[in-house]
């Protein structure tokens, strides 16, 4: 069972930066989707950013395009957000997910198997 671990959430300003890093147990698949949703209160989980491995196609929703990149980190095992130019609207609870995927990676939920607790995103003055 793999299991995701988020963190790097927080309160930033509008117009600021935040690097959100997603850490899994392991990865058993030679074709895997890793992605990154959010869902703020009130409102249906949306997806953000994902990445195929292991040809690293990304794909985005069209919100974030620009402002915001998912990423593989050096450290084995780890996925990167990096989100610029927050807004207010960007407020959230950010989840990760992955799932094994012979096909490029898709921003839709039912498309993964195993997700992450979540890290709080708080785009405020």
């Known amino acids: 069972q793999v299991q995701l671990v988020e963190s790097g959430g927080g309160l930033v300003q509008p117009g600021g930066s935040l690097r959100l890093s997603c850490t899994a147990s392991?990865?058993?698949?030679?074709?895997?989707?890793i992605a990154w949703f959010r869902q703020a209160p009130g409102k249906k989980r949306e997806g953000v950013a994902c990445?195929?491995?292991?040809?690293?196609?990304?794909d985005y929703v069209d919100s974030v395009k620009g402002r915001f990149t998912i990423s593989r980190g050096d450290v084995e095992n780890t996925i990167y957000l990096l989100m610029n130019n927050l807004k207010p609207e960007d407020t959230a609870t950010y989840y990760c997910?992955?799932?094994?995927?012979?096909?490029?990676?898709?921003?839709?939920?039912?498309?993964?198997?195993?997700w992450g607790q979540g890290t709080q995103v708080t785009v405020s003055q």
């Open positions: 997910a992955t799932g094994e995927s012979y096909g490029i990676a898709t921003l839709a939920e039912q498309d993964y198997d195993h």
């Open positions: 392991e990865f058993t698949w030679d074709f895997y989707a």
């Open positions: 990445l195929s491995y292991p040809d690293g196609t990304t």
